[in-house]
């Protein structure tokens, strides 16, 4: 790694914060280097921070992400975020949980068993690479299991349905619509690609905890969530989108260009839920700390965030803890570029979380089915409350309580 992008990223990290609307990104050239001739690597523009860019190569961006410094790879997706700069409203959140008599019988239905047998199979690829043909594989079969999901619930009678959103690389990422009676949409979103961020290309990534365990947890949320008559006969106010992302650790790649997408088009996204990393518990406990879910408070939107923990309180049965991660840590990130509320929950604190990621150790093994269980509780939970929230109400009363 250049010595100029050491001195680059640590003041950044210590002062990361969002870019307001009328900033100018500090866009650093590519270097002379890569204009000499056509063998020069390929560069890729990356954001370690708001605003703070660098040019780097493939393995300039694994050896980042070898020292734990995340970014974005804005190389194809530099105006996210700016296409509609300033005209998003903000979203106004219920103060309580309410729907507790529908939510809680459909928690016993969780299924640890379920969760467990869909990560066995997806752990079964010598890797989901964004690249290989491994991770085109996986996601094939990603997107046939959660269409699969859905003709079992009955579900594609009434419109609900799941398609791949294509990308140039090859994996594509998963999107899964239950149209409600309004298009303002809740999401929720976890990454189905994993790395080894050795040879990536080469070595095994089974991606058990990253993430796997976010991308099984929400898929059984889905599969419990379909159970109920009026989600897939539509009679929620809002519509329901679970996103199965590619890409993410090659800078959030598919979030990116899912949520451009979106925001060239002017869709009205209300909330956006990422589960990355839902299963490792281990760490907690060794540090003598009670099993909690960690509910991430930096770079996300504090009104989601705090009915976020009401819903833990309520439908869990453990508490939250809560812990940062840093700049573009994950998907939800590239919705909150897009002026979308946005928001992060992980398996324990971010220090007390699971240290054999990206790499060949990253293994069934090392998880507890429980402790994803309360993640898909939380998961359920939430997308049930928000898909049947009149946000236009608290919006009325919130404007209303100003004047």
């Not at 949409?185 to 095994?204: E, F, K, M, R």
Request: glycine letters at 8%; aromatic letters at 10%.
């Amino acid at each position: 790694m250049k010595t100029s992008l050491i001195a680059l990223l640590l003041p950044a990290a210590a002062s990361a914060r969002f870019v307001e609307a009328n900033e100018v990104n500090r866009i650093l050239p590519p270097t002379d280097a890569l204009l000499e001739n056509f063998e020069t690597p390929l560069r890729y523009l990356v954001e370690v921070a708001p605003g703070v860019t660098e040019w780097v190569t493939e393995e300039e961006k694994w050896q980042l992400r070898r020292n734990g410094i995340r970014f974005m790879d804005i190389t194809e997706n530099a105006d996210l975020g700016t296409l509609h700069a300033g005209s998003k409203a903000t979203t106004v959140f219920p103060g309580k949980v309410q729907l507790q008599s529908e939510i809680h019988p459909m928690l016993g239905n969780l299924s640890k068993d379920l969760m467990k047998e869909h990560l066995e199979k997806f752990t079964s690829f010598h890797t989901r690479y964004y690249k290989s043909d491994y991770g085109r594989q996986s996601s094939e079969w990603l997107l046939q299991t959660v269409q699969d999901t859905i003709k079992e619930a009955g579900a594609d009678k009434y419109g609900v349905k799941a398609e791949h959103f294509k990308h140039s690389w090859g994996q594509n990422s998963v999107i899964a619509t239950i149209p409600g009676q309004s298009n303002s949409t809740v999401v929720i979103g976890a990454h189905q690609d994993s790395i080894n961020l050795w040879l990536p290309s080469v070595l095994p990534a089974p991606g058990a905890d990253d993430d796997g365990s976010g991308t099984v947890t929400i898929l059984e949320a889905f599969r419990v969530l379909l159970t109920s008559s009026d989600v897939i006969k539509g009679k929620a106010p809002n519509t329901i989108e679970f996103h199965w992302y590619s890409a993410e650790e090659g800078g959030l790649l598919g979030s990116q260009a899912i949520f451009r997408d979106y925001e060239k088009k002017g869709r009205d996204v209300k909330a956006m839920l990422q589960q990355d990393m839902t299963g490792y518990v281990q760490g907690t406990l060794d540090a003598g700390k009670p099993e909690s879910v960690g509910v991430i408070t930096d770079f996300v939107d504090p009104s989601l965030t705090a009915f976020i923990k009401k819903v833990i309180e309520e439908y869990c049965e453990i508490p939250w803890v809560e812990t940062k991660c840093g700049y573009a840590c994950s998907d939800h990130a590239s919705a909150s570029k897009a002026g979308y509320a946005s928001a992060f929950v992980i398996e324990s604190t971010f220090g007390d979380s699971d240290q054999k990621i990206h790499g060949t150790d990253d293994l069934i093994k090392y998880l507890s089915f429980d402790h994803m269980l309360q993640h898909a509780r939380m998961t359920l939970s939430l997308v049930y409350e928000l898909g049947f929230t009149d946000f236009e109400k608290l919006k009325k009363e919130d404007d209303m309580s100003e004047l």
